[in-house]
């Protein structure tokens, strides 16, 4: 093999080394930008994530800061005025957690993928923490004031329900008193029959240890248009009764003062004839 052939097949095989080294080498850059930009993309989806929970967590903190505010509200109630005490004392051991300050971990940039996701794991807990206490405030608020609707609409249901007696009594008094054909009597037989409807409607509502403001309202309204029903029937027959009674006192009067003249006078004529005797 002569000298050229020989240098030209060493050429030849340093130019496919440094080939092979320059692949070699493209592939190795092109794993570490790939690598570097997955990271990068990790770091910024975890930012990304991390901002998210800060968010979800600033709309918890607002909402259990407003449902303290109605917590507050119904924790003034004394538990004189409620069915179940025990609601006031759940309701102020929740109020004692809400928190004072918005203060929670940051997402600074400048933290590392995993210090990014710890973060967000635990913002996220924070906020289903104050997530839950919300909804506790709210539902031993809300239990608070419907069990004051419930103490409340049962003293009504009971004057309401002493009322509808009174009428029965005046009804029964005054069927003694007048004329069983008494108009009045008959309007107040029907105004007592509908007000112990309600009556009935009353005592399946007094079983439940909460009511809500609308079924109060509801039944509130009902019993002062029944009261109101009920007064008005009753006023004639009450003025037909008095007005009997009065007469029957007046008869009464009538009657002693006459008996008691008869006596006067059968005394007075008793004692003249025993004067005349003795004249005699």
Excluded at 170 to 181: E, G, V
Excluded at 201 to 216: F, G, I, M, Y
């Amino acid at each position: 093999m002569s000298a050229r052939k020989k240098g030209s097949k060493t050429l030849n095989k340093r130019q496919k080394m440094l080939r092979n080294i320059i692949v070699a080498a493209l592939v190795v850059v092109a794993l570490i930008a790939v690598w570097v930009g997955f990271s990068l993309w990790q770091h910024n989806s975890a930012l990304q994530k991390c901002k998210a929970a800060v968010k979800a967590y600033n709309q918890q903190y607002s909402a259990v800061q407003e449902a303290a505010k109605t917590g507050q509200a119904a924790a003034k109630v004394k538990a004189s005025e409620i069915s179940e005490v025990t609601l006031i004392s759940d309701l102020n051991r929740d109020l004692e957690q809400v928190p004072t300050s918005k203060d929670i971990e940051s997402c600074a940039s400048s933290l590392s993928t995993k210090g990014l996701i710890r973060a967000t794991h635990y913002i996220t807990s924070q906020g289903d923490t104050l997530g839950k206490l919300s909804e506790s405030i709210n539902e031993n608020a809300t239990g608070v004031l419907q069990s004051r609707n419930a103490k409340q609409l049962g003293a009504t249901r009971a004057t309401f329900e002493t009322l509808v007696g009174d009428a029965e009594m005046l009804a029964k008094n005054a069927q003694l008193m007048l004329s069983t054909a008494n108009q009045d009597i008959t309007k107040l037989h029907g105004a007592i029959d509908t007000a112990k409807e309600l009556v009935d409607d009353l005592a399946d509502e007094n079983t439940a240890k909460r009511v809500s403001d609308k079924d109060k309202k509801d039944f509130e309204t009902r019993i002062t248009q029944q009261t109101k029903a009920l007064n008005t029937a009753m006023q004639p027959v009450k003025d037909a009764v008095a007005a009997e009674q009065a007469r029957q006192a007046a008869a009464a009067q009538k009657a002693a003062a006459e008996a008691a003249k008869k006596k006067a006078d059968a005394e007075k004529k008793k004692a003249d004839a025993d004067q005349t005797k003795k004249t005699d």
